[in-house]
């Protein structure tokens, strides 16, 4: 059964930093395309930053030259390193993964809670 664990969310300051880490686990045999999303209240889930199995990077213009995306294939891991952060950026933010495995598809994570006080 694969899985997909967010961490590092939490409350941070108007211009603070962060850095979310997804894990994935179970009997994966390829990762594929991986990425952050989220949710804020009242809005609908958006696409943050996604990466290829390559490490061929797209970022959404609200975070271009703030954030980060990156992976470490041998730990089945991806990163957000979130610099300058906003009130904005307030959200849940949630992992996904196209994961070959015994069954194949899109996973997701359970949501990491990121809050910017201003």
């Known amino acids: 059964q694969v899985q997909l664990v967010e961490s590092g969310g939490a409350l941070v300051q108007d211009g603070g930093s962060l850095r979310l880490s997804c894990r994935a686990s179970g009997s994966i045999i390829r990762i594929n395309d991986m990425g952050w999303y989220r949710q804020a209240p009242g809005k609908q889930r958006e696409s943050v930053a996604t990466i290829t199995s390559g490490g061929s990077t797209n970022y959404a213009d609200s975070v271009k030259g703030r954030f980060t995306i990156s992976r470490d294939g041998a730990k089945n891991t991806m990163y957000l390193q979130m610099n300058s952060l906003k009130p904005e950026d307030t959200a849940v933010y949630y992992c996904?993964?196209?994961?070959?495995?015994?069954?194949?598809?899109?996973?997701w994570g359970q949501g990491t809670q990121v809050t910017v006080s201003s």
């Open positions: 996904a993964a196209d994961i070959i495995a015994g069954v194949s598809g899109r996973y």
